[in-house]
């Protein structure tokens, strides 16, 4: 089974709100990071968040961990049409690979 | 810098046949990781190199394997190729000794498996 789990699966928005997505991952990571696919091509690095880190901010991107909880959320403010993709959390709980969940699928109508 | 480059982009192939991938990644980078994607599945390790050696495994069977040459450069081999195989084949490079901060993606290759 995945690491991580996104939610919610899929997310329709108008250009200019705001989308947010949630990760939770099951065992004690390192680090966090958030990825993003367009329609079937590689992955983009967005943002890396350590576990002693509670958020960071990369341009639009707002990214929160909370250990506790074994969860993350990414929020993308004032959406726009480009950022129609996939999303994905990845963690390196299992040792010296990534692992990544299931992604967000996320649709901005302009 | 030049990206990670994937070769071929698409490839079709029969079953029983075996294939393989080819990985370029940024120049100064010695990590590179294989990847699997599919609807199904999702994306799953397959094995992860540096400097030459395989430093990790995914849960693949042993008709997966790959190799990383003294320039960085990697293949992966899919052999006695089955249905579900069909997928996309994903390669990583990466800039940290790690191999798992912040992975710079392929185009990847596209196997379909007739």
Redesign the interface.
């Known amino acids: 089974s995945q690491q991580g789990e996104e939610d919610p699966q899929a997310l329709s928005i108008q250009e200019g709100e705001n989308a947010t997505m949630n990760c939770s991952y099951k065992t004690s990571i390192n680090n966090l990071q958030w990825y993003r696919q367009n329609s079937g091509r590689g992955l983009v690095h967005l943002i890396l968040i350590r576990s002693n880190e509670r958020e960071k901010h990369s341009g639009r991107l707002r990214v929160t961990l909370d250990t506790s909880k074994k969860s993350s959320s990414l929020l993308i403010t004032a959406s726009r049409a480009a950022d129609t993709a996939s999303y994905f959390c990845a963690t390196d709980a299992a040792g010296n690979k990534l692992t990544f969940g299931g992604g967000t699928r996320v649709l901005v109508k302009p | 810098k030049a990206g ?1 480059t994937q070769t071929p982009r698409y490839l079709i192939k029969t079953r029983g046949q075996q294939v393989t991938l080819s990985c370029s990644p940024i120049s100064g980078h010695r990590s590179v ?1 294989w ?1 699997q994607q599919t609807p199904g599945q ?2 799953q ?1 397959l094995f ?1 190199y540096f400097s030459e050696t395989q ?2 495994k ?1 849960n693949f069977p042993g008709r997966f394997s790959g190799r990383q040459f003294s320039n960085s450069r990697s293949e992966m081999n899919v052999s006695t190729l089955e249905l579900g195989d069909s997928a ?1 084949y ?1 390669c ?1 490079s990466s800039p940290d000794r ?11 290759t ?1 196997l379909s498996v007739l």
């Not at chain 2, 790690?98 to 392929?106: A, H, P």
């Open positions: 990670v990781s990847y999702g994306l390790f992860e430093r990790n995914g996309l994903l990583a790690s191999g798992i901060e912040k992975l710079f993606f392929g185009s990847g596209q």
